[in-house]
């Protein structure tokens, strides 16, 4: 079993930044890839960013890139995404996913293991 717990949403103002963190229990979170994605009120959920087990390989959703990183320190079973240049419709609740291979998935049929999310407001 596995257990994803996100931190670090909150309300920022536009061009302000934020950084999520994702700890995951287990001890084999080093083997695995991550995902980040958010779902905003009345919208799917949506794929944000993904990065591979060594953390060589790193895939970002189009309406982030060039804004949001995504990291991972496995010696703390963690998991990153800073958020720079924020813009309201980066508005929504966050969500890390372990993913189900060493590699990257920029779909849900990816990942077997949720967190609950964290919320991301940003102002205008």
């Known amino acids: 079993q596995v257990q994803l717990v996100e931190s670090g949403g909150g309300l920022v103002q536009a061009g302000g930044s934020l950084r999520l963190s994702c700890a995951a229990s287990?001890?084999?979170?080093?083997?695995?890839?991550m995902g980040w994605f958010r779902q905003a009120p009345g919208k799917e959920r949506e794929f944000v960013a993904t990065i591979s087990w060594t953390g060589a390989v790193r895939l970002y959703g189009d309406s982030v890139k060039g804004r949001f990183t995504i990291s991972r320190d496995n010696a703390k079973n963690t998991v990153y995404l800073q958020m720079n240049s924020l813009k309201p419709e980066d508005t929504a609740l966050y969500y890390c996913?372990?993913?189900?291979?060493?590699?990257?998935?920029?779909?849900?049929?990816?990942?077997?293991?949720w967190g609950q999310g964290t919320q991301v407001t940003v102002s205008s």
């Open positions: 996913a372990k993913g189900a291979y060493s590699g990257t998935s920029k779909t849900e049929g990816g990942y077997d293991y």
């Open positions: 287990g001890r084999t979170f080093s083997s695995y890839g």
